[in-house]
């Protein structure tokens, strides 16, 4: 972790200058954990409801953080555990599985307002959704977010090796159904 970041976190730890840190950690963060969370849940209302409790528990967890990672991964760790979490309750909630609830959510981008993508995007996010849990998120953060494989696996706790199978997994089956 750089010297920056280390003040930056020990601001975020003081009780003096808290509210001040995080309020810029939530003006640095927002958006890139928004977009990350929304290609998890898909939902604009579901993401803005996610992203508030990934930064509450951010807030209240921040004296827990060690240190031993990069705040944006720990930070991205949150809002992924988050992200299942509230798709695993939406889930139950309908009695179906995780998967299910993905499509069907993936079925009704286009009525979302906030969905701004065209006919194409549509149907990658549809090949995505159909994907296993793992391989979705693989490939939402290294496709659409870049995140090198280090910075993966320190967010789902997974060695670089598997990730990268993850990927190229994911890859091959969406190239398969584009060919069909």
């Known amino acids: 972790m750089s010297k920056q970041q280390s003040i930056f976190v020990n ?16 003006s640095e963060y927002k958006e890139r954990l928004y977009w990350h969370i929304r290609k998890l849940v898909l939902d604009h209302d579901d993401a803005h409801d996610v992203i508030q409790n990934t930064f509450i528990k951010i807030h209240l967890n921040i004296d827990n953080f060690r240190e031993t990672s990069s705040l944006y991964t720990w930070m991205y760790r949150i809002a992924t555990n988050e992200s299942l979490n509230f798709i695993n309750s939406k889930a139950k909630k309908m009695g179906i599985q995780n998967q299910e609830w993905i499509e069907a959510k993936t079925d009704g ?9 065209n006919d194409a995007a ?3 996010q549809k090949m995505i959704a159909r994907l296993p849990e793992k391989q979705r ?4 953060m290294r ?10 696996s320190e967010v789902l706790d997974t060695s ?13 089956k969406i190239k398969i159904i584009l060919n069909d």
């Open 11 to 26: 601001a975020l730890k003081n009780s003096e200058t808290k509210e001040k840190a995080f309020k810029r950690l939530v």
């Open 109 to 117: 981008l286009k009525a979302d307002s906030y969905f701004d993508g």
């Open 122 to 124: 549509h149907n990658l």
């Open 137 to 140: 998120i693989v490939f939402n």
């Open 143 to 152: 496709y659409f977010d870049n995140m090198s494989y280090k910075d993966i």
């Open 160 to 172: 670089v090796g598997a990730l990268k199978a993850s990927y190229h997994h994911a890859v091959k």
